[in-house]
């Protein structure tokens, strides 16, 4: 784990140095927004990051109220990894990501809690984006966790 300052310069940088979880997707030519040929450009340097929209920051904004949701919807214990925490697969270090939340669990490693905000309607459990479950499954791997929860608002 690496202590970066999240969203900082620094953890852009970081960022750089691998594949994060909001990036799989883009991998597997599921991102809407970025295409698999897109991603290796910014990565490489040949094309800027996009700046953060009203969408990207309302959803950084939002995230600590849907954790809170969840929390009172399901009375577990959901808490936000330490600031700037950056983490690694063990044996790949260029598989990395920062997840949005853990939950404490009884039993074993934590659990890891992705979170989403959308303008999509109907969303459920049966319905959810197949890139959302892509991410979690991401960060469960990287960090050892056998278990993972998503966390959505939507309008």
Do not use: C
Not at 29 to 43: D, F, I, Q
Not at 135 to 150: F, L, N
């Amino acid at each position: 784990m690496n202590d970066t300052l999240h969203h900082s310069a620094e953890w852009h940088a970081h960022r750089k140095g691998g594949i994060g979880g909001s990036e799989i997707t883009s991998v597997l030519g599921l991102n809407p927004y970025e295409t698999p040929h897109a991603l290796w450009e910014r990565k490489t340097g040949r094309r800027q990051s996009t700046p953060d929209n009203k969408f990207t920051k309302a959803g950084k904004y939002l995230e600590d109220v849907v954790a809170r949701m969840f929390e009172d919807e399901t009375g577990l214990e959901v808490f936000a990894p330490r600031k700037g925490a950056f983490y690694h697969h063990p044996e790949h270090n260029i598989l990395l990501g920062s997840p949005d939340r853990f939950i404490k669990q009884k039993h074993g490693r934590d659990a890891v809690l992705e979170i989403k905000t959308t303008q999509k309607r109907g969303i459920t459990r049966d319905t959810l984006p197949i890139s959302w479950f892509f991410q979690v499954q991401w960060y469960m791997g990287i960090t050892g966790a056998k278990t993972g929860y998503i966390a959505w608002l939507s309008n």
